[in-house]
């Protein structure tokens, strides 16, 4: 093993570098995050991660879980195919969620990608392929779960996007 690739434990280098301008709850806030545990409605079968912002709830309201169930639905998957993370409960670190889940696709509503600490921005609607994974970017579920014409109007463009991504 190289000694250019050992890496050590924050404990460790906080005793190390404990006189210098690291200040060790720096460290002790990046060894916190090494660990962190997603939990999820779904059993993730297809590797398709849906991350909401619902505040007061595990996951999902009962009328935006119809609503996913629907979208699913359509594109021929149920919740076994996903994994529903909420950015509520638990704020997501990107790269902690794909160690965790794997994800091939991950579907954003009303979560801004810079959020989940992606280093990139991206408009919505618009499928965006990433370190290995293609994201997309929606509205929040208050918005597209509407039947005002704006909602349909969010709705179709959603629908235009899920078809191309998953080929329904």
Known sequence: MSINKIELPG????????????AETEITKH?????VSYKSLGS???????IVNEPGV???????????????EACKMNIADVAIVNHNTNPIIIGELKKQLSPSFII???IIPTEIKLPINFPQFKPQLYDGCTYLYAPSLNEL???SEAGKLLKSKLWVCLRKLFEV
């Open 145 to 147: 779960n509407q039947d």
């Open 31 to 35: 060894a916190a995050t090494e660990n």
């Open 108 to 110: 954003l509503f009303g």
């Open 11 to 22: 404990f460790i280098i906080s005793d190390l570098f404990k006189n210098t301008l690291i």
């Open 58 to 72: 595990a996951f999902l309201q009962e009328p935006h879980l119809n609503f996913i169930s629907k979208i699913l």
């Open 44 to 50: 993730n079968n297809k590797k398709t991660t849906v």
